[in-house]
């Protein structure tokens, strides 16, 4: 599974990974990158909403409660100094769907952030992970 990262231009890099893909990553401001693309920190918010997002669909599937739409709002918290890494992400589950019980999701939120998601086991020991759910439009306490 390698990914070669191939430097364009001022901060930007293009990434090209095994499967064909490509994507630009760019670390200067927002307003100043010549085309879309993601900076590589936003990349990361990004990979730990989709890893631990992909887990629960497929928990649910399993339990025969899929969702019917299903997003993930992460924000985080980075420190001031070098590297500025992140202290705590807070990942709020947004799930919609007429046979989901506040169980199941519980329950499939849990298993990816605790057994499954790669991607958040990674940052774990660094980086606090506090988690939300917000169900039918309603946040759940806790």
Not at 37 to 64: H, N, W, Y
Not at 71 to 87: A, K, L, M, W
Not at 105 to 127: F, G
Request: aromatic share 6%; with cysteine.
């Amino acid at each position: 599974m390698p990914v070669v990262a191939t430097w364009k231009k001022k901060e930007e890099f293009e990434v090209h990974f095994d499967g064909g893909e490509t994507v630009v990553l760019a670390g200067v401001p927002r307003e100043e990158r010549p085309g879309p693309g993601p900076s590589p920190v936003d990349a990361f918010q990004a990979a730990v909403a989709a890893c631990t997002g992909i887990d629960v669909v497929l928990i649910l599937e399993k339990m025969r409660q899929p969702p019917e739409r299903f997003r993930i709002e992460v924000s985080g918290t980075r420190r001031d100094e070098h590297p500025r890494i992140f202290t705590r992400l807070v990942l709020t589950y947004h799930l919609d769907g007429a046979g989901l019980t506040e169980v199941a999701v519980r329950r499939a939120v849990t298993l990816s952030q605790e057994k499954y998601c790669s991607v958040s086991a990674m940052i774990r020991p660094t980086v606090e992970l506090a988690t939300r759910i917000v169900l039918n439009g309603e946040m759940l306490p806790g």
